[in-house]
């Protein structure tokens, strides 16, 4: 039954991973005009990877607080079905929240960096 949860959680991982490289993706694609004009009025690599990545740390801090409430609710839920641990075992909470934001901003990384290497003139000219 663990190893079953293990192959699961895994799987919802790489849902949860390929979902959000392509949610960012699409919002960088759609916001490609406004990155060339940022770019032209002389932003920087770094600040257009904050801007992206911020925008990815505020959906994942809103996700990281819905999904703790609702795992702690779900505790009461399933807890005579878990071995070893409580219903709100809070270490292994703090550490499903970290691999899910590590693995969230790992996915993020790439759209971003696409984002601060854009070309403004052709991003203006397509836009």
């Keep these: 039954m663990a190893r079953l949860s293990a ?3 895994g799987v919802a991982l790489l849902l949860a991973v390929v979902g959000l490289y392509g949610v960012v993706s699409y919002s960088v694609a759609s916001r490609r005009a406004e990155i060339g004009v940022r770019v032209a009025l002389g932003a920087t690599r ?5 801007m992206i990545l911020g925008d990815v740390s505020r959906v994942m801090a809103i996700g990281v607080a819905v999904g703790s409430v609702l795992a ?3 505790g009461r839920a399933i807890g ?3 071995f070893g641990l409580s219903a709100h075992d809070v270490t292994t909470l703090v550490i499903a929240a970290g691999l899910l934001v590590t ?3 790992l996915s993020a990384a790439w759209p971003a960096k696409r984002a601060a290497s854009v070309d403004p003139v052709s991003a203006l000219r397509e836009g």
């Design 7 to 9: 192959v699961f959680g």
């Design 80 to 82: 005579s079905l878990l």
């Design 46 to 50: 770094r600040r257009i990877l904050s």
């Design 72 to 74: 702690l609710a779900a």
């Design 103 to 105: 693995a969230g901003f």
